[in-house]
């Protein structure tokens, strides 16, 4: 289970590389690159990779990043696709979770799926999000199995109030919608439509486009790699990003304090001191990027920080949700 999360983990991170190096279409074709299994090398199979794809032509150090991705993807489906055989195997031991594996298994067909449309329908902004969607999601059913199978008691007390309860799912629902937005964000290649911080274009309400920045379906067949909206289109959504980053940032300060100053089990504590950690540093990545024009290493690491904030939220809803007891 443990390799399953962090094989999943690398996933994601790999997805983010790949996407944020500018190789999610590196191979125009799916499952293989260019008819093969790796990106052809030799001289005589770039030739014919070209005439096949004129439009785009063999990029070695694109392709590889794209192959290496798909082929840890595939290791991944395998990994999950074990894990559903053992749980049905145990099927007999309580603790075996058969309906969460089985669904498990049957969402990462659906992720490979998107993964599929990312390519043939050209990095279509609701696809490559809908992508990122499913590979945070994919992470957090994993960690949800770890949580139950191994009844790791990170639980609040029988007595947890409606109020913790309902604040943590608020908090994960907020997480989520701040996902979804950073996906929307690179997706239309907006990252750097504010080069500026605080201010945005040296001023703090420029000129935007809301309504053509969040047109979510556009039709099959256009490529969008490198986006196609105008300027004011993609500071609108860059602008949509900071804000939900700067209420996603108050929200999770607030229940993290609140948690950690209650009457509940150190371990909760510890877990909330842990979310704030993490939101203080996916809060630095995400000024450094904008500052720093959106480094490779640090906008990759501002995903890996996102998933790792996501689990933390995760678990804290699980712990808050539990009807377990425990002592303080």
């Known amino acids: 289970m443990i390799f399953a999360l962090l094989l999943a983990l690398l996933v994601v991170v790999l997805g983010a590389y790949t996407r944020l190096a500018d190789a999610g279409l590196g191979c125009p074709d799916w499952p293989g690159c260019y008819g093969h299994i790796l990106a052809p090398t030799a001289a005589e199979h770039v030739a014919a990779a070209n005439q096949a794809y004129p439009e785009r032509p063999v990029e070695f150090n694109k392709a590889i990043k794209e192959m ?14 074990f894990l559903m055989l053992l749980a049905w195997k145990n099927r007999k031991d309580e603790r075996a979770p058969v309906v969460l594996a089985t669904f498990v298994f049957m969402f990462i067909l ?55 309860k309902l604040a943590t799912l608020a908090g994960l629902l907020i997480v989520i919608a701040q996902i ?10 907006a990252a750097l439509a504010c080069p500026d911080f605080p ?12 309504k053509e ?10 490529d969008y790699e490198f986006g196609i ?19 996603t940032f108050v929200y999770l300060l607030i229940l993290s304090l609140s948690i950690m100053r209650s009457a509940v089990p150190r371990k909760l504590k510890m877990i909330a001191g842990i979310l704030l950690s993490l939101l203080l540093v996916q809060i630095g990545l ?9 480094p490779l290493v640090v906008a990759t690491a501002h995903n890996a920080v ?3 904030l996501l689990l933390a939220v995760v678990t804290v809803v699980y712990a808050s949700w539990s009807s377990s007891t425990t002592g303080p």
């Not at 290496?68 to 696709?81: E, M």
């Not at 201010?199 to 809301?210: E, G, R, V």
């Not at 289109?233 to 980053?245: L, Q, V």
């Open 199 to 210: 201010t945005c274009q040296t001023q703090w309400w420029p000129p935007m486009d809301w």
């Open 229 to 247: 909206l105008e300027p004011a289109a993609r500071t609108a959504i860059h602008m949509a990003h900071r804000i939900g980053a700067l209420l």
């Open 68 to 81: 290496v991705h798909r082929y840890f993807a595939g290791g991944l489906i395998l990994t999950v696709f």
């Open 286 to 294: 995400g000024i450094s990027n904008i500052v720093f024009s959106l």
């Open 213 to 222: 920045g969040f047109v979510i379906w556009r039709g099959i067949g256009q």
């Open 110 to 164: 659906f992720q490979a799926a998107l993964g599929m449309w990312t390519v043939t329908w050209k990095l279509k902004p609701i696809v490559v999000m809908a992508h990122l969607l499913g590979g945070f999601t994919l992470l957090s059913l994993l960690w949800l199995m770890i949580l139950r199978l191994r009844r790791i008691d990170v639980s609040t007390t029988a007595r947890s109030s409606v109020g913790l």
């Open 306 to 308: 996102g998933a790792m």
């Open 180 to 189: 979804a937005l950073g996906g929307w964000t690179s997706s239309n290649y």
